[in-house]
């Protein structure tokens, strides 16, 4: 524990601080008590040294001064912490949070909230000024990505697999946790099936007891590689059951089920969101998508890698427009399946030029074999966000890649080198 030296008189008196003091902060204890001719001294831990004795009402006077200060200054800090997220380097800005009362205040469970798409949804339920519980076991997500809100008493982090029972009291269940990646997913199939399924069915348990509504994030791969384009909610999917993406696209349609079956048979109120393809900062360098490759190859001018000939398409999401699609989907009426996408259409070979021009990279694009099962064409209906939600994208694709390789410049200068991940299963690397 640190100690202060009080000097008054020429006589010396050690008293314990309150709560260790922050460098800063002896200055101000200083100038509010320097009306009592209080010195604040520096700090020691030399507790042997036997000070000779002040009168009682001095010292009583004395301290209770000094207290007051320092309680004064923590009183404060702790309320400037409570409004507001503190910068990190991964999220080097602050973030104001609202103020709820009680009755308006929820408390909203986020599973796989330290991820990437879960530590944005996070970001907006805080700034929200609801209380969040984020559930997280740290296989792809990271705890960087969700520092910020650490010392924020709405917040709470609970290192925790969701294959695993938990007991909770919470008003609202947003449930993100599974790896999203190819080569993550395929790292450990039958554990990315179980997440998919005894996940689902522990977070539906809970949502059953607490009486909680449960969103789901599907996914746009339970549409397979589609013969139905672009992609509307009504179309059942082409799905290979036995390839190498099928733990994650089974996984995800049989999670599906579950929601429906629990809302039918028990009454749970649920809400399905199908995601599309999803970039912005926080982004696992290492996760093998074509965003985050493109970005880390053309910024290190290392050959940008087309898996096929690139003429398969894809349509991309900055990831504010996804969180506003799932808070719109959760607080709506709607509860059947919705699309959140931008149909903005690009062929991969298309976007690869399209990165390396925004990067002004050296690098040269080369094509290896195509990825068993790689969809052809990806493009998503939203007619039905639209009417039954309010939702479509607004962030322009530039606009976002733009942040998303200043992100990703942040991260090179850190690690010094990436090499990135492959289309083969891989364990994530921190």
């Known amino acids: 524990m640190l100690v202060l030296e009080v000097e008054m008189d020429g006589l010396m008196q050690s008293m314990p601080d309150l709560d260790r003091l922050q460098k800063q902060s002896y200055a101000d204890f200083t100038n509010k008590a320097a009306d009592s001719d209080v010195k604040y001294l520096r700090p020691h831990s030399d507790l042997n040294t036997v000070p000779r004795t002040l009168e009682s009402d001095e010292t009583s006077n004395l301290i209770g001064k000094a207290s007051s200060a320092v309680e004064q200054r923590l009183m404060e800090n702790h309320g400037v912490l409570s409004r507001q997220s503190l910068p990190t380097r991964t999220t080097p800005y602050i973030m104001k949070t609202n103020f709820l009362p009680d009755h308006q205040r929820l408390k909203i469970l986020v599973t796989g909230g330290a991820g990437f798409v879960g530590s944005h949804l996070v970001d907006k339920l805080m700034m929200e000024g609801h ?3 984020v559930v997280d076991n740290f296989f792809t997500g990271q705890k960087r990505n969700i520092a910020h809100w650490l010392h924020h008493p709405n917040f709470s982090l609970v290192v925790h697999d969701v294959t695993e029972h938990i007991q909770l009291e919470v008003d609202q269940i947003y449930h993100l946790a599974c790896p999203a990646s190819p080569p993550h997913y395929q790292y450990n199939p039958v554990k990315t099936i179980k997440t998919s399924t005894m996940g689902t069915l522990n977070m539906l ?6 009486r909680a509504r449960m969103l789901l994030t599907s996914t746009s ?11 509307p909610e009504s179309y059942w999917g082409n799905v290979n059951t036995i390839g190498p993406r099928s733990c994650y696209d089974e996984g995800k349609r049989v999670a599906e089920t579950m929601m429906y079956s629990y809302k039918n048979q028990n009454g749970v109120e649920i809400r399905v969101a199908r995601i599309f393809n999803t970039f912005g900062p926080r982004m696992h360098p290492n996760d093998g998508r074509v965003v985050s490759n493109f970005i880390i190859q053309s910024l290190q001018n290392k050959d940008l890698t087309i898996y096929g000939e690139g003429k398969q398409t894809r349509s991309f999401q900055y990831v504010s427009d996804l969180v506003e ?12 399946p919705v699309n959140l996408g931008n149909p903005e259409e690009y062929t991969v070979k298309s976007f690869a030029e399209y990165i390396h021009k925004l990067t002004d990279s050296k690098s040269k694009i080369i094509y290896l ?5 790689d969809p052809s064409q990806r493009r998503p209906e939203i007619t039905t966000a639209k009417e039954k939600i309010g939702w479509e994208p607004v962030v322009k694709v530039e606009q976002g890649l733009k942040k998303t390789i200043e992100y990703f410049k942040v991260v090179l200068k850190d690690a010094g080198e990436i090499i ?3 289309p083969g299963a891989a364990k994530p690397e921190a």
């Open 369 to 373: 074999p195509k990825s068993q099962d």
């Open 131 to 133: 209380e969040v519980i």
């Open 420 to 422: 990135p991940t492959g």
């Open 325 to 336: 699609g799932l808070y719109k989907l959760m607080n709506s009426d709607y509860d059947l």
């Open 205 to 210: 348990g809970l949502a059953k007891r607490v």
């Open 221 to 231: 791969e339970i549409y397979g590689d589609p013969t139905v384009h672009p992609q």
